[in-house]
């Protein structure tokens, strides 16, 4: 019987098929009488469990069944409305999928008592021949169908045939809060964004007090760019629900993925400011009924898009800093005091613990990946702490390199006190700011040293954080300005990349919607990391490159912004940028390697982008920027001392772009010098060296 054989209403029997056919052929009878009649046959299928059968009893199954209809067809009351069917042989995934849509077993007088009995089948609710026709029987199953039906499809490959499902069961149960959600996600899965919002707005009209909807309303008309009325909708829940700290943190501080001016940014940023003073100055912690409802709060923030507007953040981020830790320190005081270093003797090793959500293939924690491959293993033990549900084959990496890993999602208070128990002697934190989860646990005092390196490289603005680990080729001079933490400058980038191994192209260019006789430039970076006033770049080196085609993946620079920048120089921007969405790796890696030159982000360069762009001999345009987040590239092309395309301005990032796109030799005189020298970048043991010395030497101070 296959699925969409069902229908809204599904009943099942369970023959035993070693009983007489004719005591088996006497139920069928029964039941198919009664179901021919029934006045929602149309909506109604009758499976007759068949499994155990093999080929040649399937075979005589259906016969009997053949037969059976025969005899009730000369009765006049067959109806065609009514689907029939024996279950056949399934596979174990289906008949679990089947047996989630069956509303109702028929109890028959040859039953097969054993299996009834499994607990499986025994959960089933029985419908007895006598019931079939009561109307609250048939209605109740025909909307628990509904229900039914609709999560069967949200979790297939068709999410959008849940949606008929879903509106009916909200119809009949108008308070079912979970559902509205579940329809809201369907629609925002299948692109349908007005109707997840207006799906929310249905659910708060009907449930009026259901927190959630009110919390995902505001994430929707966020997600969907419409900023002030998020921020103004938040604020008026705020007002609805004042000790919800949740919605007091979104109507502070919610900040845009996007801005459209530069003068946008400073009006953002602002409002910023003006809710983190207040947020601070309204905070009350005097019942753990304020502990708990504050830190349900901060568990739900982070100032992630903070960092994206390009300007010194320190005094923010040590404000909202010293407030998580106020707030986890109510929480949890026995977290907070001075922790000995358990190392205290020459002969034993030192624990260095390394504590993500993103212990996977995730770009910020990859990049410290040979930190613990190439740990000195006579003088370190590594601990892992995988707070993240993802386990993926980096993963089995960072478990591999560890002498003890512990997968420990969604248990803030576990991974804790795991951490105390392994009498940690120095803390990693490979990112703090992108997961609200470990920025709380951060906010504590786990370890005697407590560090965080720069896969959100921002500063914490924790007290708890003790150093922050650098790289001596990014930073500038005054590096230490924009860190609470105490700046750790390791030597060289103060990473070891794991290889990337290139693969021969597979592609032509033509895939990828780019013109064979093209100067092809890419830039892949997420649509946050562009700022509005370095739009005219790309607008200037095409109208200097007539033949260039820009490539954005992952949408790039939102294209009204591009047509904008475009036209101001008289360009049309249609006939110059292409978006693509994210590529699978193979497709990325011909792209690179099809392409001419690669185009840094100013104010926050690429990170494993160009050291992908690097392994691809793609020449490289960056600019180095005031802060650590924008001097990634710089500080790689540094150490492989392939420097002519690095830019000291704006002015000059677009020269160097532009003899690029129409130098030839001068080009593939880079793409040389690259395939010599960027071996010093890939798995090199000396950065995890470096590092353990200044593990080292913090302990030496801590003693």
Known sequence: MLINELRDINFIIFPDWSHLETAIAEDLINVLRTLFTHPARQDITLLIDSQSLGDELQDNANSLLFETVLQLSLEETVSEDLNVGLTGQLTTNEWSIIKSLINFRIPINNENSYLIQQLEIAHIPTCN????????????????????????????EFPENAIPYYSKYLSSCPHQIDYYLKLSEVFSKTGQIQSATQTLQNGINNCPQAEELYFWLILHLKHSQNYLEARKFAQQVTEKFP?????????????????????????????????????????????????????????????????????????????????????????????????????????????????????????????????????????FSIYSYHIGNEIDAATELFQSYSQNFYHLPNNLEQVCQQVIDDQIDVLIFPEIGMDATTLCIAGLRLAPIQCMAWGQPVTSGLPTIDYFLSSELMEPVNGQDHYTEKLVR????????????????????????????????????????????????????ARQVPNAQFMFLRSGIPQERLKHAFA??????????????????????????????????????????????????????????????????????????????????????????????????????????????????FDNPTATQHLETFFQQAIALKK
């Open 568 to 681: 101001t120089v008289g360009l049309d921007s249609q006939k110059y940028c292409v978006f693509s969405p994210v590529l699978p790796r193979e497709d990325y890696f011909d792209l690179l390697s099809l392409a001419d030159i690669y185009l840094d982000t100013l104010d926050w360069a690429g990170g494993n982008t160009t050291l992908d762009a690097i392994a691809c001999n793609l020449p490289i345009v960056t600019c180095p920027g005031e802060f650590m987040r924008g001097r990634h590239s710089y500080g790689f092309l540094q150490a492989i001392g392939v420097t002519q395309t690095i830019a000291d301005d704006a002015l000059q990032y677009i020269q160097i772009a532009v003899r690029l796109g129409l130098d030839i030799d001068w080009r593939y005189s880079v793409r040389q010098a690259l395939k010599l020298s960027s071996n010093v970048l």
């Open 490 to 541: 390791l030597p060289g980038v103060g990473i070891s990349y794991p290889p990337i191994k290139v693969n021969p192209v597979r592609r032509h260019r033509l895939f990828f919607g780019l013109r064979e006789d093209a100067i092809v430039y890419i830039s892949s970076q997420a649509a946050y990391k562009y700022l509005p006033q370095h739009d005219y770049i790309y607008a200037e080196i």
């Open 243 to 379: 000790d919800n700290y949740i919605f007091k943190m979104l109507s502070h501080l919610m900040l845009p993925r996007i801005y459209h001016t530069p003068e946008e940014i400073d009006t953002y940023r602002g409002w910023f400011e003006d809710g983190l003073e207040k947020l601070i100055q309204d905070i009350t912690l005097n019942s753990p009924d304020d502990h708990k409802k504050a830190f349900i709060g901060i568990s739900h923030h982070t100032n992630f898009f903070l960092a994206y507007q390009g300007k010194n953040d320190v005094l923010l981020q040590q404000q909202y800093g010293q407030l998580v830790h106020k707030i986890m320190a109510a929480n949890y005081p026995q977290w907070i005091q001075a922790r000995p270093i358990s190392a205290s003797s020459n002969n034993q090793r030192i624990k260095i613990g390394y504590l993500s959500y993103f212990l996977c293939s995730w770009s910020g924690t990859i990049l410290f990946l040979n930190w613990l491959k190439y740990a000195d293993q006579e003088k």
């Open 129 to 156: 021949l006598s019931e079939i026709f009561q109307p609250n029987v048939y209605e109740a199953a025909r909307i628990e169908s509904w229900q039914r039906w609709g999560d069967y499809f949200a979790a297939s």
